[in-house]
Nanobody, 125 residues
Framework: EVTLVESGGGLVQPGGSLRLSCVLSTYSYGCIGWFRQPPGKEREGVAAIYPGDNSTFYSDSAKGRFTLSRDNAKNTVYLQMNSLKPEDTGLYYC????????????????????WGQGTQVTVSS
């Protein structure tokens, strides 16, 4: 069983930044994805990282503004979010799989068997 705990969400003004953290209960994992669910909308993939080769994947809305990183010693994956917009508002989840990320499927939530409880991000003035 793998557990994931997200933190770092909060209320931020447009243009601001937040860094989300995802702490995993295991040091051995494959693809780690970040997803968000805006109010009244479906969940969508934001970004993913595969530690095996440090490959990263970003949604079009995240490219250029969000950056993934990891700290192996802390079993933690970070999502640095800059230039935040009101449309970035949502409940952000991290999810894990033991397989490597697929360049075509990483944004599909159904491919991840393990999920955290989420952290709320609200971008508003």
């Amino acid at each position: 069983e793998v557990t994931l705990v997200e933190s770092g969400g909060g209320l931020v003004q447009p243009g601001g930044s937040l860094r989300l953290s995802c702490v995993l209960s295991t040091y051995s994992y494959g693809c780690i994805g970040w997803f968000r669910q805006p109010p009244g909308k479906e969940r969508e993939g934001v970004a993913a990282i595969y530690p095996g080769d440090n490959s990263t994947f970003y949604s079009d809305s995240a490219k250029g503004r969000f950056t993934l990183s990891r700290d192996n010693a802390k079993n933690t994956v970070y999502l640095q979010m800059n230039s935040l917009k009101p449309e970035d508002t949502g409940l952000y989840y991290c999810a894990a799989d033991f397989a490597r990320c697929s360049p075509w499927l990483w944004a599909r939530g159904a491919g991840y068997p393990y999920w955290g409880q989420g952290t709320q991000v609200t971008v508003s003035s």
